[in-house]
Every structure is written in C-alpha cells, then in structure tokens.
Nanobody, 123 residues
Framework: VQLQASGGGLVQPGGSLRLSCAAS????????VGWFRQAPGKEREFVAH????????DYVDSVKDRFTISRDKGKNTVYLQMNSLKPEDTAVYYC?????????????????WGKGTQVTVSS
C-alpha cells in the first residue's frame, strides 16, 4: 500500500486546511487509518484515527472540536479537516494505515505510512 498525503501549507491562526490521504490499493479500505504529526524537536504525536467503516473516530484532546477525520471508501481517501488552526498545530502531518479494522493511538500499530505534508500556522 502506498499513501500520499497532501493539502498542507501556510495558514494564518484561525484558518483552515483539509489534508487528504490517498491510498494506492483498495485493500486499505478494510483497515483503520490514522493521522499523526511531528513538530521539530518533538516526538511523533497521534492526532486522529477512523475505523474501516467510519463508525469509530478518535482524536487527541488538543484537536477535539477543531479537527474532523472522515473517509471516502469509493475514492480510497481519508481526510483531515482542520479548523481554528493554532501555531502549535505546526508540524509535518503523516497518514498511516492500521494493521486492523479498528484504529489505535499507538504508532507501532500502523503498518504503512505516507511521506507527510507540512502544515505551518503563522501570521
């Protein structure tokens, strides 16, 4: 499975971005997908995950009520809508396919990773 994350960029505080994660193979549609981020000098951090059918979603507390994860199985794509962005959201964002149908917050549970897309929140 190859993953391609896109949609990052430079945005002002309070702005919005939508990240996309496109998978190369339909088999990933039976697996949960997660988003992680890593800021310079910091460890990789879980952001959100969505189960194979979209029925279960989980978010890190710092993004709840601001970020929304969703998936379009027909397009083999998972999205991360990010609203009310803050400077502390600045990081490289990665999408990853989980080893099972239901996701988790532990990065080692994810088998395939995309290359990441840079998100910078600054005025």
């Amino acid at each position: 499975v190859q993953l391609q994350a896109s949609g990052g960029g430079l945005v002002q505080p309070g702005g919005s971005l939508r990240l996309s994660c496109a998978a190369s193979r339909r088999t990933s549609s039976n697996n949960a997908v997660g988003w992680f981020r890593q800021a310079p000098g910091k460890e990789r951090e879980f952001v959100a995950h969505i189960s194979w059918n979209g029925g279960t979603r989980d978010y890190v507390d710092s993004v709840k009520d601001r970020f929304t994860i969703s998936r379009d199985k027909g397009k083999n794509t998972v999205y991360l809508q990010m609203n009310s962005l803050k400077p502390e959201d600045t990081a490289v964002y990665y999408c990853a396919v989980h080893r099972s149908s239901f996701g988790s917050r532990w990065y080692k549970d994810y088998a395939f990773w995309g290359k990441g897309t840079q998100v910078t929140v600054s005025s």
